[in-house]
């Protein structure tokens, strides 16, 4: 998938775990977006980051949910207190440029949660 | 919020039959993207369209940009078994920070 990596594949969580999901984007890209996917359904965005920054986090909902991308290393999505609700695939894409006219956005594989 | 719609939502067709699916957003989109998604796999792009009116052509796919930059559609020609998966638009508007809106998908199964 164009070079983004995202681990792990597989995840599954008892109720009230951490779930720690990671991105790298592809190499020379510095914008990250996080989608999460739940069967039959299209993407829905939940944020989005640059290096330290996050830019939009509309998507994301307000309680047990954060990003991050750091300066070195991956990006970390982390869902904290993990409900069954929260099973679904979690889809991180990245681009070169934001803003710009040629912003194109390539998915990694994404991580399949499931909290048990 | 901005919406896309896709239609249609499944379709079954025969191994070198042409397919025609779109996508209708009630907000104006300044980029739309079609990508393909395997079971268990991330979406793959296949077009990206940026201006109004633009048609792109990717081997056997044809993609249209609306004129009135509300719509877009996907031409697959002479599908084959390995067409099959699910097509999602997903479009951009000129108000967002740069995240995409995904269609619900259009799941094509082809019988050989």
């Known amino acids: 998938n164009a070079g983004v990596m995202q681990n792990p594949r597989h995840l599954v969580r008892r109720r009230g775990q951490e779930a720690r999901l990671r991105c790298s984007p592809m190499k020379g890209h510095s914008h990250v977006y996080w989608y999460r996917q739940l069967p039959e359904e299209g993407l829905k965005f939940m944020v989005y980051?640059?290096?330290?920054?996050?830019?939009?986090e509309s998507g994301m909902p307000k309680e047990r949910f954060s990003a991050e991308f750091p300066k070195e290393g991956p990006s970390i999505l982390r869902i904290q207190q993990v409900v069954r609700g929260d099973s679904a695939a979690y889809f991180c894409a990245s681009s070169p440029l934001s803003g710009a006219r040629r912003e194109t956005q390539y998915f990694g594989p994404g991580t399949r949660l499931l909290v048990l | 919020g901005q919406q896309l719609n896709q239609s249609p939502q499944s379709m079954f067709i025969q191994e070198g039959e042409d397919v025609s699916m779109n996508c209708t957003s009630s907000s104006i989109f300044n980029t739309w993207l079609w990508y393909k998604q395997d079971p268990g796999e991330g979406p793959v792009l296949l077009i990206a369209l940026y201006k109004a009116g633009e048609l792109t052509s990717n081997g056997r796919l044809t993609a249209q940009f609306g004129i009135t930059r509300k719509d877009s559609f996907l031409n697959i020609s002479a599908s084959i078994p390995s067409d099959v998966g699910i097509y999602f638009c997903?479009?951009?508007?000129?108000?967002?920070?740069?995240?995409?809106?995904f269609g619900k998908g259009t799941k094509l199964s082809v019988k050989p």
């Open positions: 997903a479009g951009r508007g000129g108000g967002s920070q740069g995240n995409l809106i």
């Open positions: 980051l640059q290096k330290e920054n996050i830019i939009d």
